[in-house]
């Protein structure tokens, strides 16, 4: 079946310039994360989603960042008057059921954001 | 400090070699922790996860848990050149998030 995907794969943007990233979870997963990871840096967690609601936005890293999810399943991640410390690979993943423990997060090829 | 260190490498090894890769932690209300593998231009993908201490096998795969000195450790065996990407240990939160280290770049050569 389909796993996770992204869009766009690769982002060009210039600084102060807003942009959206996408995320598509696999079907029926109820729980989606964004995660942001920079050259050489570990995976950075943003957000959670469980359906549509954000119990966990505690990494979201300044008020440019919000995200939100509609219908339970595509999430949008959005970045305004983007910097270019915003420059990193943005991951998506999604889980059946995060009580079903660490084993369930699968995650999306990402989405590659440089800022000019 | 971080909640997972680990050494990012990278690690170059010959085929057939025994790998060894490692991360420590510094919280330990949570007992779970993961490994990740990531090939380049690819999202994680996950190899094994554990529960507790002790071992944990996986075909040539070991995740091993020391809880005494919050270390954790994957070990490869008869390793392949399909197996250099970039592993990544994680501790779990709380079901919503994990604690990810940096990544350790393993190169395994013909």
């Known amino acids: 079946g389909a796993g996770v995907s992204q869009s766009p794969s690769n982002k060009v943007t210039e600084k102060g310039k807003d942009v959206e990233l996408r995320c598509d979870p696999i079907s029926g997963h109820t729980a989606l994360y964004w995660y942001r990871q920079s050259l050489g840096q570990g995976l950075e967690f943003l957000i959670y989603f469980q359906g549509n609601s954000a119990p966990d936005k505690s990494g979201l890293p300044s008020d440019r960042f919000s995200a939100e999810r509609t219908g339970g399943s595509v999430s949008t991640l959005t970045i305004q008057r983007t910097q270019q410390e915003d420059s990193a690979v943005y991951l998506c993943?999604?889980?059946?059921?995060?009580?079903?423990?660490?084993?369930?997060?699968?995650f999306g090829p990402g989405t590659r954001l440089l800022v000019l | 400090q971080k909640e997972v260190e680990q050494d990012p490498g990278p690690l170059s090894v010959p085929e057939g070699a025994i790998v060894s890769l490692n991360c420590t932690y510094s919280?330990?209300?949570?007992?779970?922790f993961m490994w990740y593998r990531q090939y380049s231009r690819k999202g994680p993908e996950l190899l094994m996860y554990t529960y507790s201490s002790g071992n944990k096998e996986d075909g040539r795969f070991t995740a091993q848990v020391d809880k005494s000195s919050k270390y954790i450790s994957l070990f490869i065996r008869d390793s392949q050149p399909s197996d250099s990407a970039t592993y990544l240990c994680?501790?779990?939160?709380?079901?919503?998030?994990?604690?990810f280290g940096s990544g350790t770049k393993l190169n395994v050569k013909p």
């Open positions: 994680a501790r779990g939160g709380n079901f919503n998030k994990f604690y």
């Open positions: 919280n330990s209300a949570f007992q779970y």
């Open positions: 993943a999604s889980s059946l059921d995060p009580a079903g423990g660490p084993g369930t997060q699968y």
